[in-house]
């Protein structure tokens, strides 16, 4: 009788290929950014709600969704963004639609000659009244 043990192909390993469970994000109903005005070198915070658009100087910024995880995993916030710019000629264009990530605020910060805004967190509730429906 010949007994065959097949070590390097991992077969003695029963949890080979099995990843640990990861939560699913928690959705937030409010994003937090931090604005920052190059000329007068304010920097603020402010909550903004989902789908709720907000006026920062020249821009206005509206998440769309806004991810968080549990407290049992990696923090990892992430939000999707949409921000335009009011012109001087009282046009609005589209400086900026994409993902923002809160441990990377450089890597998708909105970098604009006057403000520059990036994520900073996800949460569930506001001290700021939602907006009315």
Known sequence: MMIVI????GFL???RGISPAHAEPIENPVAVFKGLDKITG???TF????DETVQFGALQITPRVCYSRPPTEPSKISSFIEVDELTLNNKIRRIFSGW???SSPGLNAVEHPVYDVWLA????QSDVAPPSE
């Open 47 to 50: 909550d903004v709600y989902i």
């Open 6 to 9: 097949a070590v390097g192909m």
């Open 100 to 102: 923002m990530f809160a």
């Open 13 to 15: 390993n029963p949890v």
């Open 121 to 124: 967190n996800c949460k569930m």
């Open 42 to 44: 304010r920097l603020i």
